[in-house]
Antibody, heavy 123, light 107 residues
């Protein structure tokens, strides 16, 4: 059973960089069959797609966040990571990592999700 | 980007009743629309992909329909565990976008 798991600091100061890691068990982040992505959810609000990485190097970002986001993969640790710089209170959210099949159904929908981690931006 | 508008914002029904949730896209997404269920403190769970296909393990009481700009998620007979928030998501155009959600509450 595939299981993504987010980890990282729960508190980040304004103007600093938010860094999270997703460790994947039961599957390989280097597989060309899947995209690995990040989605966030501010408290009490809806879901916002942040971006994804495919085939260990091709990245896709939400234009609204593109100037501040970097997603990367560490195949040796079977992890992928999110960096979001110059954060403000508006970046306070639960951050989810998730898998999206590229070639098989449900193609291009997120079928396995981590439990999510709350990141608060505060001085 | 494509904006997805869900209605109603909140739906109050009783177990055993039929639920009909709507998602409207700001431009055509063909059949490239999915539905997720989210319970408090949990990650979303994929229910329906490509408008009408149930994801693995999803009960038959969940069904999806629609194409173009108008989509519907139907729960034929509500079970107690179905009361949650439901989101639609389009994969037709970058960036991927989600609707704002419909909260399904127990009457």
């Amino acid at each position: 059973q595939l299981q993504p798991q987010e980890s990282g600091p729960g508190l980040v100061k304004p103007s600093e960089t938010l860094s999270l890691t997703c460790t994947v068990s039961g599957g390989s982040v280097s597989s060309s069959s899947y995209y690995w992505g990040w989605i966030r959810q501010p408290p009490g609000e809806g879901l916002e797609w942040i971006g994804s990485i495919y085939n260990s190097g091709n990245t896709y970002y939400n234009p609204s966040l593109k100037s501040r986001v970097t997603i990367s993969v560490d195949t040796s640790k079977n992890q992928f990571s999110l960096e979001l710089n110059s954060v403000t209170a508006a970046d306070t959210a639960v951050y989810f990592c998730a898998r999206r099949p590229a070639m098989v159904v449900p193609r291009y929908y997120y079928d396995y999700w981590g439990q999510g981690t709350l990141v608060t931006v505060s001085p | 980007e494509i904006v997805l508008t869900q209605s109603p914002a909140t739906l109050c029904l009783s177990p055993g009743e039929r639920a009909t949730l709507s998602c409207r896209a700001s431009q055509s997404v063909s059949s490239s629309l999915g539905w997720y269920q989210q319970k408090p403190g949990q990650a979303p769970r994929l229910l329906i992909y490509d408008a009408s296909n149930r994801a693995t393990g999803i009960p038959a009481r969940f069904s999806g329909s629609g194409s173009g700009t108008d989509f519907t998620l139907t729960i034929s007979s509500l079970e107690p565990e179905d009361f949650a928030v439901y989101y639609c998501q389009q994969r037709s155009n970058w960036p991927i976008t989600f609707g704002q959600g419909t909260r399904l509450e127990i009457k």
